[in-house]
């Protein structure tokens, strides 16, 4: 499931309960502050490298760098990243399981 609803193009919650392990390829953001005060988000690509708990180390593509982050706050590749999911409109016609409840 992509987290993408058939019928109205909205994004869904389904993404929320998916189970991610060692090895997975994820999306996630990073938050950066400048001097000013100006808040940048970026959307990076990575491959999960440990799972601790709810909390997984990831390696970023094309690059050395790690990050630390909570397993919600994560995204399967194909999947809608947090900042797609922050910025775009969510389904409203409740057509997955989890929302039909």
């Known amino acids: 499931m992509n987290g993408i609803c ?3 193009g909205g994004i869904t ?3 929320t309960a998916q189970e ?3 090895g997975d390829e ?3 953001t990073e938050l950066t502050m400048s001097r000013a ?3 940048r988000i970026r959307a990076k690509e990575g491959t999960v490298k440990a799972v601790n708990g709810d909390y997984l180390t990831i390696k970023q593509k094309r690059s050395s760098k790690t990050y630390l982050r909570h ?3 994560v995204s399967k590749m194909g999947n809608p990243n947090p900042l ?3 910025l775009s409109n ?3 016609c409740k057509t997955t399981e989890s929302e039909k409840e």
């Open 20 to 22: 991610i392990g060692i």
């Open 13 to 15: 919650a389904s993404q």
């Open 6 to 8: 058939e019928i109205c």
């Open 37 to 39: 005060g100006m808040a």
């Open 84 to 86: 797609t999911l922050a």
């Open 90 to 92: 969510p389904c409203e």
């Open 26 to 28: 994820v999306t996630f």
């Open 71 to 73: 397993k919600t706050s």
